[in-house]
């Protein structure tokens, strides 16, 4: 049951007349209760306020961690797609046809487009776009795109030297 005003203090009027005219006053004690009860509530009010700046500073910390995670489907490079008549897509295909990083020029003429400043600046900042994310295109060097499929296959094979490496070929003959 909530408490009330009234259910902690009873209701005295201030002053009243008893059957005989007499005037009397409330209770001495109602006075001390009332002032203990505002006490303990002040006392709730302010331990509420902290609690509540306590919660807005951990959702704050959390909406701060959140901005710092990738977006669903972001992290995984394989679920990101590109329309297929895109583009991007087309550009996507010839890398992945060169079998190696090509140079924005390279791209553009693979995919049959004029060669100039705008049209190389248009596919690079457009792959850019996705290298900066960590999706499908990486940027091996300047200009130069390839795809993350790539670095995929690379890093699970271990790099060996050569079998003749260290043997001096001039010596053997």
Known sequence: MARTFFSIIPHFPLHS?????????MPP?????????IEKQEQRIA???ADLVAAQAY??????FLKMLPRDGVENASTVTLRPTSE???AQEAIRKAGKPLHVTEL???????VNRDTRASLAGSLGW??????????PAPN??????????????????????GIDEKAET
């Open 17 to 25: 007349t008893s059957k005989d005219g007499m005037m009397f006053s």
């Open 29 to 37: 004690n109602l006075r001390r209760k009332l002032i203990r009860e």
């Open 47 to 49: 331990q509420l306020q």
């Open 59 to 64: 959702l704050r910390a959390q909406q701060d």
């Open 88 to 90: 991007l897509a087309r």
């Open 108 to 114: 553009l003429q693979k995919l049959n487009k004029e």
């Open 130 to 139: 996705y290298v900066r994310r960590n999706e499908i295109f990486t940027r």
């Open 144 to 165: 130069t795109f390839g795809l993350i499929e790539f670095n995929k296959y690379s890093e699970d094979e271990e790099e060996c030297p050569p079998d003749n490496f």
